[in-house]
């Protein structure tokens, strides 16, 4: 039992997503004037902690069901491989995933306690999505919705409001952003695994639509996140270098176009997963750099 297992189970490049919103929120608190580094990192735990229930949970549960059996694994899709080649057992993912969520528990509390109770729904809605994420909404065409709420929305507002300030609408429209990048996050690395997930019990989008409408779907979404960050920083509501944010308009359109690929055929698809990674790291990075570059402007 290595500890080079054990993250390549927990899979620590996902991780770069809540370290990600963190940054996001705790940058568009530091531009309405207010920072408080101890919420900062104590909050980022939390999600780190939640991320990592969600992705050891997933693996598990995935493993009982034997999704993950038939499943044409990539470093985007069809889980780890770690518990189908033996490396860990069942029982030793899911008491590290259960341990990670109780210590995320605990850290929540004492950020609620520090914060105040206006905090308290964000964190008890997190975890729900966290632990239920595999064997309830995954199933009930409610995954991609709950991602979207649990690694993006929220976590942007909860990074935002740890710092002891109100909800505002630029918090708002930046979690929507953020909520519809992690959905699609979810949407087209669900397309290779379609064969193996409609046996094992899961319903999603892709089941649901296909792969050439959910791949509209996706582009649609895709390009809304702009439209999104184009109208609102022209309207004054978002800091106005959050513009820079644009600058990943060329990787969206090649994860976009890629999208309409064969999954599971040739390297094509894979290479539009890697892009579709890319775009939604970076663009959220720069959005965080633009808003810190527009104290500046002040």
């Given at each position: 039992?290595?500890?080079?297992?054990?993250?390549?189970?927990?899979?620590?490049?996902?991780?770069?997503?809540?370290?990600?919103?963190?940054i996001?929120?705790?940058?568009?608190?530091?531009?309405?004037?207010?920072?408080?580094v101890?919420?900062?990192?104590l909050?980022?735990?939390?999600?780190?902690l939640?991320?990592?229930?969600?992705?050891?949970?997933?693996?598990?549960y995935?493993?009982?069901?034997?999704?993950?059996?038939h499943?044409?694994?990539?470093?985007f899709?069809?889980?780890?491989?770690i518990?189908?080649?033996?490396?860990?057992e069942?029982?030793?993912?899911?008491?590290?995933?259960?341990?990670c969520?109780?210590?995320?528990?605990?850290?929540?509390?004492y950020?609620?306690?520090?914060?105040?109770l206006?905090?308290?729904?964000?964190?008890i809605?997190?975890?729900?999505f966290?632990?239920?994420?595999?064997?309830?909404f995954?199933?009930?065409?409610?995954?991609?919705?709950?991602?979207?709420?649990?690694l993006?929305?929220?976590?942007?507002?909860?990074a935002?409001?740890?710092?002891?300030?109100?909800?505002?609408?630029?918090?708002?429209?930046?979690?929507?952003?953020?909520?519809?990048?992690?959905?699609?996050?979810?949407l087209?690395?669900?397309?290779?695994?379609?064969?193996?997930d409609?046996?094992?019990?899961?319903?999603?989008?892709?089941?649901?639509?296909?792969?050439?409408?959910?791949?509209?779907?996706?582009?649609?979404l895709?390009?809304?996140?702009?439209?999104?960050?184009?109208?609102?920083?022209?309207?004054?509501?978002?800091?106005?270098l959050?513009?820079?944010?644009?600058?990943?308009?060329?990787?969206?359109?090649?994860?976009?176009?890629?999208?309409?690929t064969?999954?599971?055929?040739?390297?094509?698809?894979?290479?539009?997963q890697?892009?579709?990674?890319?775009?939604?790291?970076?663009?959220?990075?720069?959005?965080?750099?633009?808003?810190?570059a527009?104290?500046?402007l002040?």
């Open positions: 039992m290595s500890f080079k297992v054990w993250m390549m189970e927990i899979r620590v490049p996902y991780l770069l997503l809540p370290i990600i919103l963190s996001v929120g705790g940058a568009l608190a530091l531009y309405h004037g207010s920072f408080d101890v919420n900062f990192f909050f980022m735990a939390v999600l780190l939640l991320h990592i229930t969600v992705n050891t949970l997933n693996d598990y995935d493993h009982k069901t034997g999704i993950d059996f499943t044409k694994r990539t470093m899709n069809g889980g780890t491989g518990l189908q080649k033996g490396l860990l069942p029982q030793q993912v899911y008491r590290a995933a259960m341990g969520f109780i210590i995320a528990a605990v850290i929540g509390a950020v609620v306690y520090r914060v105040g206006i905090l308290l729904p964000l964190l809605l997190g975890m729900i966290a632990l239920f994420y595999t064997q309830i995954a199933r009930n065409m409610l995954g991609e919705i709950s991602a979207g709420l649990g993006g929305v929220l976590p942007i507002i909860g935002f409001m740890v710092h002891g300030l109100p909800l505002t609408i630029d918090c708002v429209i930046l979690s929507v952003a953020a909520g519809i990048l992690t959905f699609n996050l979810l087209l690395n669900e397309f290779p695994d379609v064969d193996a409609v046996p094992g019990g899961r319903r999603n989008i892709v089941i649901s639509l296909g792969t050439k409408k959910a791949a509209k779907l996706y582009s649609l895709t390009f809304s996140v702009y439209g999104i960050l184009l109208i609102f920083t022209l309207m004054g509501v978002l800091p106005p959050c513009l820079i944010g644009l600058a990943t308009l060329p990787i969206a359109f090649k994860a976009a176009s890629l999208s309409f064969e999954p599971n055929v040739g390297d094509s698809f894979f290479q539009g890697k892009a579709n990674v890319q775009m939604i790291l970076v663009t959220q990075l720069f959005v965080a750099v633009g808003i810190v527009s104290l500046l002040i």
